[in-house]
């Protein structure tokens, strides 16, 4: 997520189950009707970019914390740990399908190596 938008993540997270349904239109307005227009335009493609289907395979081995095993859905195995699992299913019942905003939810997941080695530069 750009770094502006970071004031509104709990807008974005709000809005995910419903960025894919007819009615997205009408519950964007409400929540954002106080938020800048020019932020208003950035949340809304942030959540339409969030929100396309996604088919590329997660492969966490040797990236994560825990030990990641095949995990199938819908013909495609990807390698997820339980972590990464539970993300990867709130995800999915967020958005009702595989989408680009639940493939990056699983890679910046709180175990990910790289999460964990950015957050540690952040304290030094």
Not at 50 to 63: A, F, I, K, S, V
Not at 92 to 115: P, S
């Amino acid at each position: 997520m750009a770094t502006e938008l970071h004031d509104y993540n709990n807008i974005i997270e709000d809005l995910k189950s419903a960025v894919n349904h007819a009615d997205f239109d009408k519950q964007f307005k409400s929540k954002v009707s106080s938020v800048p227009k020019a932020k208003q335009f950035l949340i809304k493609m942030e959540l339409k970019r969030l929100g396309q289907p996604c088919n590329r395979l997660l492969d966490l081995r040797g990236h994560v914390a825990g030990e990641p095993t095949a995990f199938e859905y819908k013909g495609q195995i990807h390698f997820l740990d339980e972590v990464a699992k539970q993300i990867f299913k709130d995800q999915i019942e967020k958005f009702g399908q595989y989408t680009i905003g639940c493939y990056e939810a699983v890679l910046n997941a709180e175990n990910n190596h790289r999460v964990m080695h950015k957050k540690s530069k952040k304290r030094v």
